[in-house]
């Protein structure tokens, strides 16, 4: 499949890494199929590019490599709308806002994507009651090293 976007022009994408969100990213709710690109120089960062309009991109990142203690309690039916049978296959990413001064970068942690990497469905959830924000500044938090090594899995009861 080719895919149109902004940043990196028309790229082939194999239909196998198209990720459908069950419930989309807010605001953009009519966008429901993405492709997550990655690149050398942007590291660890990634996008999180709309297969339906080449203008819509998000950069995500694995929340754990700035936050370790990040974990979140996911209701049992967000879990089942993803077709989930092992948790191992969820991973999870937060938006990142980044301004001009790239040291007052934030991520959502209030709002991550969840995807299953079985399925290739996704959604992003919005944390209730949650101690987590919207704009958490990633070079204000306690774990100001990247753990490179981290794999995507943040705890996610249930």
Do not use: C
């Amino acid at each position: 499949m080719k895919v149109n976007t902004a940043k990196f022009g028309e790229l082939e994408v194999d239909d196998s890494l198209i990720i459908h969100m069950t419930k989309p990213v807010l605001g953009f709710e009519d966008l429901k199929k993405y492709v997550i690109i990655e690149t050398e120089d942007f590291e660890p960062f990634k996008w999180y590019q709309s297969v339906e309009d080449p203008k819509v991109s998000f950069v995500v990142v694995n929340p754990l490599l700035f936050f370790s203690k990040y974990s979140i309690e996911v209701n049992p039916k967000e879990i089942e709308e993803l077709q989930v049978e092992d948790v191992e296959d969820i991973v999870t990413y937060a938006i990142v806002t980044l301004p001009s001064d790239f040291t007052k970068m934030t991520a959502n942690l209030q709002g991550p994507i969840l995807i299953n990497t079985k399925t290739r469905l996704a959604k992003q959830l919005v944390l209730v009651n949650s101690r987590y924000k919207i704009k958490h500044r990633i070079f204000d938090s306690t774990d100001q090293k990247i753990d490179k090594k981290s794999k995507n899995k943040v705890a996610v009861g249930v």
